[in-house]
């Protein structure tokens, strides 16, 4: 059954370090999304994007955020300079259309960010 | 903007006892609706997940949710849990053109 796959599973890093987390969307899926999950909190949206450019992001996707797809199969998320309080679980999502449609967002075993 | 609010944040529950966890929205319109599991150490899967027609959906493992419009509600429901139903259950509501936006989620211990 095709998956959507997330790298890292876990990275540490120092507060002020540029990460990049990383997906491969399910190859025929068109949508892709970004959501979080503080430990104990609800998962969060971050970020959707759509033919190469972001269709929506919530308040929480700031200017320390970006997205990209830089080829046929990854979609990243960069956090250019990280906060203590961007420690949490990212998820990645793939969708074969907007959710209006289908609604049914696959998502990735998530990356645990931890910011020390 | 859209809330979601499930009102048991933990339910301890014994093997064989019935489970009901509630989730409310907010939003008066028409809106698409899911349950979404998270077994430990894994990622979220969908349970099921409610459009149109029959509000009262079936989904994978033995679990049902009933839509009930005059009460913005989508609660969660299975007549007798197993130890491996422990997990974390989140309900996720969808309007048209917009996220996907979640609970804050409610943690699922069965003892055996």
């Known amino acids: 059954e095709p998956e959507v796959t997330q790298t890292p599973s876990h990275q540490v890093t120092q507060m002020g370090q540029e990460v990049i987390l990383r997906c491969v969307p399910i190859?025929?899926?068109?949508?892709f999304y970004w959501y979080r999950q503080i430990l104990g909190q609800k998962v969060e949206f971050l970020v959707s994007?759509?033919?190469?450019?972001?269709?929506?992001k919530s308040e929480i996707f700031d200017d320390q955020f970006s997205v990209e797809r830089p080829d046929g199969s990854n979609f990243t998320l960069k956090i250019r300079s990280t906060k203590l309080e961007d420690s949490a679980m990212y998820f990645c999502?793939?969708?074969?259309?907007?959710?209006?449609?289908?609604?049914?967002?696959?998502f990735g075993e998530g990356s645990r960010l931890t910011v020390l | 903007a859209q809330s979601v609010s499930q009102h048991n944040h933990h339910v301890i529950l014994s093997e064989a006892a019935s489970l009901e966890l509630g989730c409310n929205y907010s939003?008066?319109?028409?809106?698409?609706l899911f349950w979404y599991v998270q077994y430990p150490g894994q990622h979220l899967q969908l349970l099921l997940k409610?459009?149109?027609?029959?509000?009262l959906v079936k989904g994978i493992k033995g679990f049902e949710a009933e839509f009930i419009k005059s009460k913005f509600s989508f609660n969660l429901r299975k007549p007798s849990v197993q130890w491996s139903d422990t997990a974390e259950y989140f309900c996720?509501?969808?309007?048209?053109?917009?996220?996907?936006?979640f609970g804050k989620g409610t943690t699922l211990s069965v003892s055996s």
């Open positions: 996720a509501v969808l309007q048209a053109g917009t996220a996907l936006i």
């Open positions: 409610y459009f149109s027609g029959d509000p």
């Open positions: 999502a793939s969708s074969v259309v907007v959710g209006g449609n289908t609604g049914e967002l696959f």
């Open positions: 994007f759509y033919n190469n450019e972001i269709s929506e």
């Open positions: 190859s025929n899926h068109l949508y």
């Open positions: 939003y008066g319109g028409t809106v698409n």
